[in-house]
Nanobody, 114 residues
Framework: QAQFVESGGGLVQPGGSLRLSCSAS????????PTWYRQAPGKEREFVAR????????NYADSVKGRFTISRDDAKKMSFLQMTILKPEDSDMYYC???????WGQGTRVTIDW
């Protein structure tokens, strides 16, 4: 069973940075396309970033392009989301998954505030 555990969230001032981590298990991570989503209370979950199995193709939501960078470490079965120039509107619960599997982790909360 595919499982995902997110970590690295916290409270950061606007303009700051955070690095989120996602640990995956229960499937062959080498062929996975780790994808990050975020969701604010009362809103739809939205796509943030995806990295393909080769690590060469990366897709980002327009709202985070140039500020967020997705990466992966196949040996550790992990993906990462480096977030910079954070804005208050980036405050959300962040989740990672592989879209082949209909399972979600607990997420990690990111709060951008003074």
């Amino acid at each position: 069973q595919a499982q995902f555990v997110e970590s690295g969230g916290g409270l950061v001032q606007p303009g700051g940075s955070l690095r989120l981590s996602c640990s995956a298990s229960g499937f062959d991570f080498r062929i996975a396309a780790p994808t990050w989503y975020r969701q604010a209370p009362g809103k739809e979950r939205e796509f943030v970033a995806r990295i393909d199995s080769t690590g060469r193709r990366k897709n980002y939501a327009d709202s985070v392009k140039g500020r967020f960078t997705i990466s992966r470490d196949d040996a550790k079965k992990m993906s990462f989301l480096q977030m910079t120039i954070l804005k208050p509107e980036d405050s959300d619960m962040y989740y990672c998954k592989d879209d082949r599997y209909n399972s979600w982790g607990q997420g990690t909360r990111v709060t951008i505030d003074w």
